[in-house]
């Protein structure tokens, strides 16, 4: 059953609304927003409206139950501003309807109600409602029919009203009542409340009450009752004293300067039914007020948002807080919300079903739209959902590195991969709990929102304590209050954890716990080791009472332990669970068994034959298969460390295995696990051995009472930390987890590192880690052929030091190479093969160490190697480098711009076989300049913007010589990497783009290569907020039309990246916004070689540099195009022309194709590479194809007598290759004189014949 969330008799249509997984309010100011489950899924989705930056907009967003909204964007509803929004049920059939109201795009005022559907779509309702815009909506049951009614005010387009409107039995149509006859009203000063408690709900507007006639339709004005309010701009009904009487709360613009609360005195039977109890900010009509329980103490709170100009003059957004009902509110000072201006909204409602009531906000802050959720934290304070992430995209986050730590794998949220929670301290000494959720792809992300105790020195561990099949959480350790805790939270099964503060355990830390259920009721039971809050020693086992709470079994005599190390395991075969315990005891070091007697009570069984050992691990597991359980052991003795192999006897007793030869070592960590999937038990042991050392190896079971060191496998060696194995992919094969502290160059430093099982006796650490950088640059190839596409960064780091890093990509994700790249400072980076031997070199431009310019050429040698090519060419920074065969010679050369330190250069540097020449060719000095056939002659042509500020466009005439054509003068003044050149209408030219002045200008191709002028895409200054705007371009959303991504952009009042969509109608849609960063870069590239285009970013955010990826994971997915055919060739002079029939994509336009060419000498060298795999076709650089839109290009320089082969294949607007197309050879012939006789030479050949006369 559909239920409205509404505060005791104050009708605020505020419904449980859906946390978008991952979607960003859209934000807005002269707007209204509500709560309602329109689905029944018992989260609260939301409905916003107002004027965004560029649009008027309505839309609802959809509440995914894990803290994160997905918009609705098939619903295509009217945008409004000066609007007002109501969800209702209006013809209850058990699912909510909406109405909205407000001023449309055309200026006219609109009121729609629209039908829920039940599929997540909305049908729009014939009504005879009259339009309006400045006003409200209040959706109740005046005559008490079951029936919700309309009751509207505001600007109907030609004056103020205030009508109601009978709900006729639900069939979707409406009668006015006109009996009615209330007076006109504008903007939020019509409320609604039962005042008199009659059951009939009656109305307030501008401070006067009108009483609701037994609903006859007919309101009587009540002035007596309401002679000492004050005629307020904002009035709100609310229960402040809970004795069940409406009270109410009042704000008046020309009043002197207060909000004021009145109380119902009814009950007393004076003349006046409202008198003023206390006051409050004033906020002028374009503010809201409304009422929260937010500290769960039963009385309903006051927050406030507006401005309170005429007084102060500032903008507010304050929480009152009721003082019990007394009378009186104070501000809470501890609630930080960003204070609005005019035009502001309030919805409040629990969106994620914590019992704790949040808010969302709408408005003006600092000139700018804004939209905020504000979740309550349930500690009386509230935190803002910023900026999150679209639902098509999922990104992982850096891992926190922590040591004196704990961590284990669950599939907390049940979805079928396993996800961990780590506790301990990182590298900044900050106590650290944190969950991290599987995203499918080898990679998690934190989840930020799950808010739990932060410890170290403890333990942490996952189980079913309630067996409602969901995860719980059991932690231990010590806080950054140096309390000593020990807490269980319940997994609620929507992402979230409730703290059960029921549930009485003793604290402690420097030890262990363990879930059990050692009395076999089939509910788990705890085990805790460890120091309690007064350094006692403590080993305590805590019975489930099946009700939500555990009891000390204190009969339960067990040695108290701290450094220890714990673990339940039937190593007797009698289906009870009995106990592994080692640690410092009040005696010294000791290593026991306690047996599980079946009645309650345990026996220490003192024949075992273990080593005492204190700073240890244990771990049960049968590793010699004979079905009972065998022990792995580690820790210090009085003199050593030791690590231990005991092979249960099958009688109580067990033998040390001393054939089994591991290196000592204590305050670490062990593990078995099958990783090879021989069926024979391997183990993973890490720790500190005796000379202080850290030691991490995997030992291979040879199933003949025997373990070989893997020395293959390479995994960090750790101290303090933890060990735990789960397929986190699903392969069938362990992967590890790694915490602890380890020793990098000298420093020690904290770490959590995931290793995947490749199935190949081996495990491999993914990289979650990336080197974040700001003022950087990155640019992308498959630079080592995996199949991959790999990324190479370039910057500055946190101290501010110049930085590169290279990570190459596998099957399981990116990995750090050791492969060092030269760095420069302000500088660039650009792939390509300019040497024709498959494998991408490497431009690089920049300031070097001693402050001067510099272009490097790396020679990429195909072994994870790079060398410098020694070919010298002119330094620059500032600049920019790019590759393309100008002269259709099969050979790369490039185009370079930028600063050398005196002036501004432009040149081009043509490849010779055997390094590379200035040509002759002028230009004047630019900060970039790009190569693109504007033209389409099969000649590549460049773009740039020169030293005196125009944009210039010189046409290649072949031969090296470059002609002038288009001189854009009146753009001036575009900087670094502030243009773009890219076909976004797909009728197979290339268009330009330029960003000037916080506008985007936009000049179209005509087609032969002219542009008319430039058109103003965008004009708002709000577009762009840095002096760095990097363009990138291609279809992430797979819908054929190239995308314009942005980063650098301060949207809502958080930094983001800006993802503009073209329509088929070559217009921009509202952007898709995503978390972004200041001073870096964003692009695009298939990272996980899916064939769709996913998003790197790197840069400042929130004063902590990043860099992130977000893979594309939409519901539609990318198909390659189709193969050319009927390839072609014939021959003029010395040149060699190719042809070959376009091709067809499903998703992007057969013009809107380019093409890409490969040509080798059979048996000889490769005359002109595609940078793609020619089996696969997959690319090895994320760009258009090397012909561009041409399906014919030619080639020059070729042997006479040689035979050669040639293919090309198609790439689409998302970068992905075709196959290429069966290979075709011709032979160049010598040349020779014809004869005026006709002659058949080489008949049926594969031969270009080339003729003289």
Known sequence: MKQLIAFPLVFIFSLSIYNSVFAQFTPVNSGDVAWGDYNDDDYPDVLLTGRSIDWLISKIYKNNGDSTFTELTELNLPGVYASSVAWFDYDNNGELDFIIAGRSEDGSPITKIYKNNGDETFIEQSTNLPGIQDGSINCFDFDNDGYPDVLLGGYDGSGYLTKLYKNNNGDGTFSEETAANLPASIDKTVTVGDYDN?????????????????????????????????????????????????????????????????????????????????????????????????????????????????????????????????????????????????????????????????????????????????????????????????????????????????????????????DFIIIGLDNDSEYITKIYKNNRDNTFSEQKQIQLHDVYNGSVSWGDYNNDNYQDILITGRDKDNNIISKIYKNNGNNTFSEQTQIELIGIYYGSVAWGDYNNDNYLDILLCGRDDFNERRSIIYKNDQNGNFEEQTQIELIGVYNSSVAWGDYNNDNYLDILLTGNSANGEISKIYKNNGNGTFTEQTQTGLTDVYAGAVAWGDYDNDNYLDILLTGYTVTESISKVYKNNGDGSFTDQTQINLKGIFFGSVKWCDYNNDNNLDFIIAGRDDSDDTYSKVYKNNGDNTFTEQLQIEITPMRSGSLDCADINNDGYKDLLLTGRTNIDGIQTAVTQIYVNNKKENLIRLDYNFQALENSFVSFADFDKNGHIDM??????????????????????????????????????????????????????????????????????????????????????????????????????????????????????????????????????????????????????????????????????????????????????????????????????????????????????????????????????????????????????????????????????????????????????EPLLIPGTEKGISAFGDFDGDNDLDIFITGKSNDSLITKIYYNNGSVHNTVPTSPSNLQFHCNADTVFISWDKATDTETPQAGLTYNCYMYEVGGDTIWHSMSNHFTGKRYLPKTGNTGHNNQWFITGLKVAKWYAWSVQTVDNSFAGSSFASESTFRLAPAFVAQPENKTVCEASFVIIRVTT
């Open 198 to 418: 009659d059951g009939y709900i009656d109305i307030l507007i501008y401070g006067v009450l009108y009483k609701n006639n037994s609903g006859d339709g007919t309101f009587i004005e009540q002035n007596t009752v309401t002679s000492g309010l004050i005629r307020g701009d904002l009035g709100l009904f609310f229960d402040y004293n809970n004795d069940n009487y409406p009270d109410l709360i009042i704000s008046n613009v020309s009043y002197s300067g207060f909000t004021i609360i009145y109380e119902n005195i009814i009950p007393l039977s004076l003349p006046t039914f409202y008198i003023p109890v206390d006051t409050i900010a004033h906020i002028n009509e374009d503010g809201t007020i409304s009422v929260l329980d937010y500290n769960n103490d039963t009385y309903l709170d006051i927050i406030i948002v507006g401005d309170t100009a005429g007084y102060n003059s500032s903008a507010i957004s304050r929480v009152y807080k009721n003082n019990n009902g007394n009378g009186t509110f104070s501000i809470d000072p501890s609630i930080n919300i960003i204070p609005l201006g005019t035009t502001t909204a309030i919805a409040c409602g629990d969106y994620n079903d914590d019992d704790n009531t949040d808010f969302i906000i709408s408005g003006r802050y600092e000139g700018e739209p804004i939209t905020k959720l504000y979740s309550n934290t349930g500690t009386n304070n509230f935190k803002t959902k910023g900026v999150s992430i679209p639902e098509q995209f999922s990104t992982f986050d850096p891992l926190h590195n922590v040591w004196i730590s704990s961590g284990e794998f669950a599939d907390y949220d049940n979805d079928g991969f396993q």
């Open 792 to 1069: 190479l960064m370039t910057g500055q780091d946190s101290d501010t030091l110049e930085n590169s890093a290279l990570y190459t990509t596998t099957n399981y994700g990116f990995q750090s190479t050791n492969i060092t790249v030269p760095v420069l400072k302000n500088g660039s980076t650009s792939w390509g093969d300019y040497n024709n031997d498959g494998y991408c070199d490497l431009i690089i431009t920049g300031k070097n160490e001693l402050g001067l310019a510099q272009t490097l050429i790396l020679q990429n040698s195909g072994n994870n190697k790079f060398m410098e090519s020694g070919i010298y060419v002119s330094g620059v920074y500032d600049g920019f480098a790019e590759w393309a065969d100008y002269n259709n010679d099969g050979l790369l050369d490039f185009v370079l711009s930028g600063n050398t330190g005196s002036n501004l250069i432009t040149k081009i540097y043509k490849n010779t076989g055997n390094g590379f020449i200035e040509t002759v060719a002028s230009f004047p000095g630019s900060h970039h300049a790009v190569w693109s056939d504007c033209n389409n002659d099969g000649l590549w042509d460049i773009l740039l913007a020169d030293i005196n500020a125009y944009t210039k466009i010189y046409e290649n005439n072949g031969n090296d010589q470059f002609q002038l054509t288009l001189n854009f003068g009146d753009i001036a003044n575009i900087s670094f990497l502030d243009f773009s050149i890219f076909d976004y209408n797909n009728d197979a030219y290339d268009d330009i783009f330029i960003y000037k002045n916080d506008k985007l200008y936009f000049l179209k191709n005509q087609g032969d290569g002219t542009f008319p002028g430039a058109d103003i895409l965008v004009d708002n200054s709000y577009l762009f907020s840095n002096s760095i705007n990097y363009f990138s371009t291609g279809d992430f959303n797979i819908d054929g039309i190239p995308d314009l991504l942005f980063n650098n952009q301060r949207y809502n009042g958080d930094l983001m990246l800006k993802l503009y969509e073209f329509t088929n109608t070559n217009e921009l849609k």
